[in-house]
């Protein structure tokens, strides 16, 4: 697959119309909210153009298609078999978290959360009333481990366990062994685990392990997931929620109906469909152009000795870069990139404190484009010195 950049001016994408907001200017090269420049698979692409040809886009329901879809794809896959009154639809990922804290804990009940992390994961917790348990990751040798005495000790203590897998900002795809250690823990002290994978189909050398798949948390776990990021259709707001245990799924779905966030979109659900159907040759040749990104970045960084960083990542086309060489405070790194390298990326600072010194960079687009902020990046450096 020969990855080109769509042009997206004129489709009120977050990532360039948002821009001039978050980075205070319009020049920039934008390469921050997870979403890719790539067009969605034909298969995507023509079921829409399909259904939009239909003049009435009126309330939709979720047909048995729909359902069959999401577990076929998932044996294939990652070989679960999930039965079809686990799947709850819903509107997407982050506010499924926010159920799902709502469900499982009470207000001033304490939740467990591993740094840095995707912004929403703390936040959404810290709106519920909920008190943070940050077990921050472990950065060592250019990648992360899980600091499990810390996590242990924090287990006492918490209703909740919210899990990102793969993680999101630094791109590790947990192993088993260490995934069953963390089980094992929550289970001992009663710890309920909430699993945000919406990055599991982008991993690239290692395997995927579902949470739900471990029989032994399977009754006392929650799996979020969605199309979104694996076939670039984040806008259409199609994800679900797979909850074996009957208990904890009309919990949740009491807090679903609650908010009354609860129709589905019929594009949302074409686009399900179409993508989990039809689409796994293109991700396939999606995941080979995105690791071919992942090693450009990381190779201009080494020839050009570039004070940076790149933590290799396992998943996601998301690249987390320590920039920590230059020796510049939070506030300074920001400018630099935005002022200096004219890149918006994501501050590595809004992921946590342990993110401090570090810049989270979307390699969701093409080679060209990646070679033009690696070249300003540099200039930027040069300037600098």
């Not at 997870?34 to 259904?51: G, H, N, T, W, Y």
């Not at 729909?66 to 799947?87: C, N, P, S, T």
């Not at 709502?102 to 591993?114: K, L, P, T």
């Amino acid at each position: 697959m020969r990855v080109e950049a769509v042009q997206r001016e004129g489709t009120y994408t977050v990532k360039l119309d948002e821009a001039v907001k978050k980075f205070g200017s319009d020049d920039l090269l934008p390469l921050w909210v997870a979403d890719m420049d790539i067009a969605s698979p034909l298969c995507v692409q023509e079921a829409l153009q399909k259904r939009a040809a239909h003049p009435v886009y009126g309330y939709t329901v979720y047909p048995d298609r729909y359902f069959d879809a999401i577990q076929v794809w998932y044996l294939k896959r990652f070989g679960w078999r999930i039965e079809r009154e686990w799947i709850v639809p819903a509107y997407g990922v982050v506010p499924s978290l926010n159920f799902a804290i709502h469900a499982y804990s009470r207000e001033g009940d304490s939740i467990i959360v591993q740094t840095p992390l995707y912004p929403p994961f703390s936040g959404s917790v810290r709106r519920q009333g909920r008190q943070v348990l940050d077990n921050q990751l472990i950065y060592q040798n250019g990648s992360y481990a899980i600091d499990f005495a810390d996590f242990e000790a924090k287990a006492k203590e918490a209703k909740l366990f919210l899990l990102c897998s793969p993680h999101n900002p630094t791109g590790r795809v947990w192993e088993r062994e260490e995934l069953e250690k963390m089980i094992d823990i929550c289970l001992e002290n009663e710890v309920v685990i909430v699993s945000d994978e919406i990055h599991a189909d982008i991993v690239y050398k290692k395997m995927h392990h579902v949470l739900g798949s471990f029989a032994k948390v399977a009754q006392h776990s929650v799996v979020l997931n969605a199309p979104s990021k694996t076939f670039n259709i984040a806008g259409l707001n199609s994800s679900y929620a797979i909850i074996p245990n009957r208990k904890l799924r009309h919990a949740y779905i009491h807090e679903q109906n609650r908010s009354g966030i609860t129709n589905g979109t019929p594009f949302g659900i074409e686009a399900l469909m179409a993508a989990y159907e039809g689409g796994e040759g293109w991700l396939d040749e999606l995941k080979v152009a995105l690791w071919e990104n992942v090693v450009f970045v990381k190779s201009f960084i080494t020839a050009h000795d570039l004070p940076f960083r790149v933590v290799e990542p396992e998943a996601t086309f998301l690249v987390w870069i320590d920039c920590r060489g230059l020796g510049l405070s939070s506030e300074e790194l920001a400018a630099f990139f935005i002022n200096k390298a004219k890149l918006g990326l994501n501050e590595g600072v809004s992921f946590g404190k342990a993110g401090e010194g570090f810049m989270r960079l979307n390699i969701g687009t093409s080679k060209e484009v990646l070679h033009k902020a690696m070249q300003q990046l540099l200039r930027a450096y040069e300037e600098l010195k």
